[in-house]
């Protein structure tokens, strides 16, 4: 079945570092890919997605490529901020579900 | 629009005892989820919904669990008898399915902590 494989954390990083969150997935047919963020007691909100292969999804800084031929989302921010210490979720969905990596908990140090 | 609304936030109870959680998806939305989330399992589907209908309920641990959708703009998730590993946050999320076959993102509510004594 369809799946999805996040690198473990946490990463630390101290502010202003490179960010990259490897994400490998497996799937039939060309499903959406998506980057949730969750932030501490709250729920998990889209930070960002791409629909079809060479899509480049992007925001708040962050930014994530669809390769097909890699079948890779990796996600990737050339600055963090203290404020971006959360977990983060690689997905993908084909049809009416979502399938959640294991998450990646990021702290950013000042 | 409000969000997705879960009540209550946080809910302690004693083993044995019912839990009924609740969510109220965002208007117009045709598919509703029920998550569980913990450390040890991270985050699983138990159930999910299109328009009020049950499609998938193979998530649902044990017979102990049961979700309604009584219309759609309300759902319950309810545990009876609750146990101590019962205990883990609950997010309901809900979603719009265009039907062209591009899936929409799913919206969660801010989740219900469970602690089971």
């Known amino acids: 079945g369809d799946s999805v494989t996040q690198m473990e954390g946490p990463v630390t990083l101290s502010e202003e570092a490179f960010l990259t969150i490897n994400c490998t997935y497996t799937?039939?047919?060309?499903?959406?890919l998506f980057w949730y963020v969750q932030y501490p007691g709250e729920g998990l909100q889209l930070l960002l997605k791409?629909?079809?292969?060479?899509d480049k999804g992007s925001n708040k800084g962050f930014e994530a490529t669809y390769r097909k031929e890699t079948t890779s989302f990796h996600l990737e921010k050339g600055s963090v901020q203290v404020s971006d210490s959360a977990v983060y979720f690689c997905?993908?969905?084909?049809?009416?579900?979502?399938?959640f990596g294991a998450g990646t908990r990021l702290f950013v140090k000042a | 629009d409000a969000g997705v609304i879960q009540s209550p936030r946080h809910e302690v109870t004693e083993m044995g005892q019912e839990v009924t959680l609740r969510c109220k998806p965002i208007?117009?939305?045709?598919?509703l989820f029920w998550y569980r989330q913990t450390m040890m399992r991270g985050l699983e589907l138990l159930i999910y919904f299109n328009n009020n209908v049950p499609i998938d309920d193979s998530g649902m641990p044990e017979d102990r669990f049961s979700a309604k959708m009584p219309n759609a703009s309300f759902s319950t998730l309810k545990i009876q008898p609750s146990e101590p590993r019962d205990s883990a946050v609950y997010f309901c999320?809900?979603?719009?399915?265009?039907?062209?076959?591009?899936?929409?993102?799913?919206?969660f509510g801010p989740g219900t902590r469970l602690t089971v004594t």
């Open positions: 999320a809900s979603s719009l399915f265009s039907g062209s076959g591009i899936t929409y993102e799913q919206y």
């Open positions: 799937a039939t047919g060309y499903p959406s």
């Open positions: 997905a993908l969905s084909g049809g009416f579900k979502t399938i």
């Open positions: 208007s117009g939305h045709d598919y």
């Open positions: 791409a629909t079809k292969a060479d």
